[in-house]
Each structure stands twice: as structure tokens, then as C-alpha cells.
């Protein structure tokens, strides 16, 4: 059994949420999006990446016959089939939207998908939203940020410190809205009961440390009252941009 909430706010300083959450339920199916570009289009590409994974994995949570526009690979598991055509979709509807409207030419977004199967959690993402797990009052990041700073960070080129304030550390990689096939590498991790897992937007973790993210989450209250309190934390100390949080607790 899965409890969920979540929270999304603009933050402090702009105008237009461009982060964009589905909890599907039903699916245990749960996205998190962050969208890149002018005024409007990242907004827009957020909800169309989100949207077309979630339909993609709410087809294949359903027994019928299905077409696989990517082909089907017998050598991974189903959910990793799954989730990797329905970032490929994400990414070909962003594109190709891109190209037929001038106003959307550009737009991007980070894509962070979870998918709760049994006793597993599944799990795929496309630049720097992030996913946690919390378990016995130990906090660890399962995700790894698609940035340029995490890429100098791995290649030693940079300090850990450096790296908190480098002038490059929102620039990603990888996003959705890239032209050609966008191949992603989808995780698995056995869950116990008691484990919170939490995906959030950057808008969270760069105001945020992830000791303090511990010591909240490991405190007293609801997963609404959790998530109000993280975002608040987020604003309080600068909340230059918007912030979201899902917390995702297995029973």
C-alpha cells in the first residue's frame, strides 16, 4: 500500500509554475516534471512530458494487446520496457510540438517518473529532479543529477563545495525536448515497509541540504504536513524558484 502527497508552489520569485506533478494512483504511477523555457513553453513542455508517459504506462497497466513504437527488448524487465518507451514518447510529442509551433521552439523539461510494482519501486529520470529514500533515519539520493556541475563533480575537475555555487550548476545534460531517440536507464530497489521516498523539483534541493531535508522529513506529522513544511523551508530561504515535493510512503 502507497500513502502520497504532494505539494507544488510558484515560490518567492516568479511568476509562472513551470513544474508540473501526476499522482495516478491507480497505477501507482508518479511524474514529476520541471519545465525549461520562455514564459509559457516551459510550462508546456512539462505537462505534455508528463502526460504522455503517464498515458503510456496507464495503457500498459492494463491487460491488453499493446504496440510498441520503440520495439520491445526481451533482455530487461517489462517495467523497464515500459518506462523507457514512455520517456521516448515524452520526448518525441515535446519535439515534435516544438517544431510545429515558433512559440514552443526550445522547450524543455526535466522528466522524473516513479512506478510502484509489488514490493518495488521502478524508477527513470531525465535531468536533475530528484528522488530519495528515506529508511531507518537514513536519507540517500537514488537519482543522479544530469548537470554539467555533477559531470565536472564526478570528473574531479571540482570540489563538492565548489560545486554549491558554480555559476553552471542549473545547466543539464540531458532534457527532454532533445532531438533524436532518448535512451534512459531505468532503476529498480526493493522497498520495506516504512520507506518514504520523496521526488522534488530543484527548486527544493537548491535551497535545501539534504541533512536538512532528513531532519524534517524524519520529524512528526502527516505526509501533507511533511510537504507543507519542505516547501515553506524551500521559500524561507530564498525560493527563487518553484518548488515541488511528492512524498511516496510504503506500507
Known amino acids: 500500500m502507497i500513502s502520497c502527497a504532494a505539494l507544488s508552489d510558484v515560490g518567492r520569485r516568479r511568476q509562472v509554475n513551470q513544474d508540473?506533478?501526476?499522482?495516478?494512483?491507480?497505477?501507482?504511477?508518479?511524474?514529476?516534471?520541471?519545465?525549461m523555457g520562455g514564459h509559457s513553453s516551459g510550462e508546456v513542455a512539462a505537462r505534455v512530458a508528463a502526460s504522455a508517459l503517464n498515458d503510456f504506462v496507464t495503457m500498459a497497466n492494463e491487460p491488453q494487446e499493446m504496440t510498441?513504437?520503440?520495439?520491445?527488448?526481451?533482455?530487461?524487465?517489462?517495467?523497464?520496457?515500459?518506462?523507457k518507451t514512455g520517456v521516448s514518447l515524452a520526448n518525441l510529442r515535446v519535439t515534435h510540438l516544438a517544431e510545429l509551433e515558433e512559440q514552443y521552439a526550445g522547450m524543455g523539461s526535466t522528466l522524473l517518473a516513479v512506478w510502484i510494482r509489488g514490493e518495488k519501486?521502478?524508477?527513470?529520470?531525465?535531468?536533475?529532479?530528484?528522488?530519495?529514500?528515506?529508511?531507518?533515519?537514513?536519507?540517500?539520493?537514488?537519482?543522479?543529477?544530469?548537470t554539467l556541475v555533477q559531470e565536472l563533480?564526478?570528473?574531479?575537475v571540482i570540489t563538492r563545495e565548489e560545486a554549491k555555487q558554480?555559476?553552471?550548476?542549473?545547466?543539464?545534460?540531458r532534457a527532454i525536448g532533445m532531438r533524436g531517440r532518448l535512451d534512459v536507464e531505468?532503476?529498480?530497489?526493493?522497498?520495506?515497509?516504512?520507506?518514504?521516498?520523496l521526488m522534488c523539483s530543484d527548486g527544493l534541493t537548491d535551497r535545501l541540504a539534504d541533512s536538512e531535508l532528513c531532519q524534517k522529513l524524519t520529524g512528526?506529522?502527516?505526509?501533507?504536513?511533511l510537504c507543507r513544511i519542505i516547501v515553506d523551508s524551500a521559500n524561507a530561504a530564498g525560493g527563487d524558484d518553484n518548488v515541488t515535493a511528492i512524498l511516496l510512503r510504503y506500507e
Open 186 to 197: 531505468v532503476r529498480e530497489h526493493q522497498l520495506r515497509t516504512g520507506d518514504l521516498l
Open 153 to 156: 563533480l564526478r570528473r574531479g
Open 121 to 146: 519501486v521502478f524508477y527513470c529520470y531525465v535531468g536533475d529532479s530528484r528522488l530519495y529514500l528515506l529508511r531507518d533515519r537514513q536519507f540517500r539520493q537514488l537519482s543522479e543529477d544530469e
Open 68 to 83: 510498441w513504437p520503440f520495439g520491445y527488448s526481451t533482455a530487461i524487465p517489462y517495467e523497464h520496457n515500459v518506462l
Open 166 to 173: 558554480h555559476q553552471m550548476r542549473h545547466v543539464v545534460t
Open 220 to 225: 512528526e506529522g502527516s505526509l501533507d504536513e
Open 20 to 35: 508540473f506533478l501526476i499522482l495516478n494512483e491507480t497505477s501507482a504511477l508518479y511524474v514529476l516534471s520541471d519545465g
